[in-house]
């Protein structure tokens, strides 16, 4: 059975992808991820038991005008389109892949499965505006009727799916990492020097505004022994290595590869999600950075989104700061955090031994033994 995994983005670090493609290739399934050719990305790779196929369609190394990426768009719906036609499985992954599912389900081959993975809250994502929403909501109605079955990411994103649209509820696969041990490494203490009595927050992931990346840098200037390790890759990168100049508690790691990542994530104390409420996506959903935590045997902070919030007290394994930008909570949790840390690892035992992608996988298994069914 041969699945084309879609994504719009050039298909480096997507772990979802990754483990998804690897999963059902170990399985038996020729998958194949279509993606963007960007200048330092290849068009054709084989990565473990997969390929990879990428096409040119956007220079995004010049500024490009609204007619030119619609066109491009386009052009990157036909290519794809084109050469997904004789597979069995289009696995599109978040809602601008959807369209070319639809084209191929009806010019190309009716008879093809299609899944449909919605990595957020699609319509209802940071920085959409209200035009927008509602034009994704009429768009994502309409295609959904070309749709096999539908995965997300959390259950209240699953349940708002439902009530949206009145459709089967979607297969909740959670952004688990597999389930492994590490032993604990000590990366950013040699390799920043700091003292070993220090406790070490770390955030990790998309280095953009709203994220609480800037914000608690605020919390804890003036609090002794502890650092800040951000990690990762974004807008804000230049701005937090300027403040790593001035802050002599704050340090800057670039991304690193998915298949080293929990090492340098074990090198930490706390993990930090703190994102500010700014859409229903971020509100209802769990990031995949949560479950990478706990999987070393991190306990977490959190701001105060819901589902986070929920996760967290329902199993005992952080500590919830309900607003990012008021010094006087931080104060008061501060040293709650401090002095029971280290308490939270039974519970997060707990947690690695459900949430991990081992299971998660079973799940998607099932939903593809399905399909192969329905042929």
């Known amino acids: 059975m041969r699945v084309a995994n879609l994504t719009f983005d050039s298909f480096q670090n997507d772990n979802r992808i990754i483990k998804e493609s690897t999963s059902l290739a170990k399985n038996g399934y020729s998958v194949e991820v279509i993606g963007h050719l960007d200048n330092k990305t290849k068009d054709n790779e084989l990565e473990?038991?997969?390929?990879?196929?990428?096409?040119?369609?956007?220079?995004?190394?010049?500024?490009?005008?609204?007619?030119?990426?619609?066109?491009?768009?386009?052009?990157?719906?036909?290519?794809?389109?084109?050469?997904?036609?004789?597979?069995?499985?289009?696995?599109?992954?978040?809602?601008n892949t959807l369209p070319i599912a639809f084209m191929v389900k009806s010019i190309y081959n009716k008879n093809i499965k299609v899944v449909y993975d919605a990595h957020e809250y699609e319509t209802e994502r940071h920085n959409q505006?209200?035009?927008?929403?509602?034009?994704?909501?009429?768009?994502?109605r309409f295609l959904l009727k070309y749709v096999d079955?539908?995965?997300t990411v959390s259950e209240p994103i699953a349940q708002?799916?439902?009530k949206l649209y009145n459709i089967k509820k979607p297969t909740v696969i959670y952004n688990t990492p597999n389930r492994i041990h590490i032993d604990k490494k000590d990366i950013f203490?040699?390799?920043?020097?700091?003292?070993?009595?220090?406790?070490?927050?770390?955030?990790?992931?998309?280095?953009?505004?709203?994220?609480?990346?800037?914000?608690?840098?605020?919390?804890?200037?003036?609090?002794?022994?502890?650092?800040?390790?951000?990690?990762?890759?974004?807008?804000?990168?230049?701005?937090?290595?300027?403040?790593?100049?001035?802050?002599?508690?704050?340090?800057?790691?670039?991304?690193?590869?998915?298949?080293v990542l929990l090492e340098y994530t074990s090198s930490a104390d706390i993990g930090l999600c703190i994102e500010?409420?700014?859409?229903?996506?971020?509100?209802?959903?769990?990031?995949?950075?949560?479950?990478?935590?706990?999987?070393?045997?991190?306990?977490?902070?959190?701001?105060?989104?819901?589902?986070?919030?929920?996760?967290?007290?329902?199993?005992?394994?952080?500590?919830?700061?309900e607003?990012?930008?008021?010094?006087?909570?931080?104060?008061?949790l501060f040293p709650l955090i401090i002095k029971e840390y280290k308490d939270k690892k039974k519970s997060i035992k707990r947690v690695q031994e459900i949430y991990n992608w081992?299971?998660?996988?079973?799940?998607?298994?099932?939903?593809?033994?399905?399909?192969?069914?329905e042929k």
Request: some cysteine.
């Open 358 to 373: 081992e299971n998660e996988e079973k799940k998607l298994l099932k939903l593809y033994q399905t399909l192969e069914g």
């Open 149 to 151: 079955s539908m995965i």
């Open 48 to 95: 473990n038991n997969y390929k990879i196929r990428r096409f040119s369609y956007l220079n995004r190394d010049k500024k490009n005008t609204t007619l030119y990426t619609i066109i491009a768009y386009l052009k990157y719906i036909y290519m794809s389109a084109k050469y997904c036609k004789d597979f069995n499985v289009l696995h599109c992954n978040d809602l």
């Open 189 to 259: 203490r040699e390799k920043f020097n700091i003292p070993k009595e220090h406790i070490i927050f770390l955030y990790q992931g998309g280095l953009q505004q709203r994220r609480g990346v800037l914000e608690f840098i605020d919390l804890i200037r003036g609090k002794k022994g502890v650092s800040y390790v951000i990690m990762g890759f974004g807008e804000l990168k230049d701005r937090i290595i300027e403040l790593t100049k001035i802050e002599k508690n704050i340090y800057f790691h670039d991304a690193v590869l998915p298949n």
């Open 160 to 162: 708002e799916y439902v």
């Open 129 to 140: 505006s209200k035009l927008i929403k509602k034009l994704s909501k009429k768009v994502e």
């Open 323 to 332: 607003d990012i930008f008021n010094q006087e909570e931080f104060d008061r």
């Open 276 to 321: 500010e409420n700014r859409c229903k996506s971020w509100n209802l959903g769990l990031p995949n950075k949560m479950f990478e935590y706990y999987m070393v045997g991190l306990p977490i902070l959190v701001s105060g989104l819901l589902e986070l919030k929920r996760f967290v007290v329902d199993n005992s394994t952080g500590f919830v700061i």
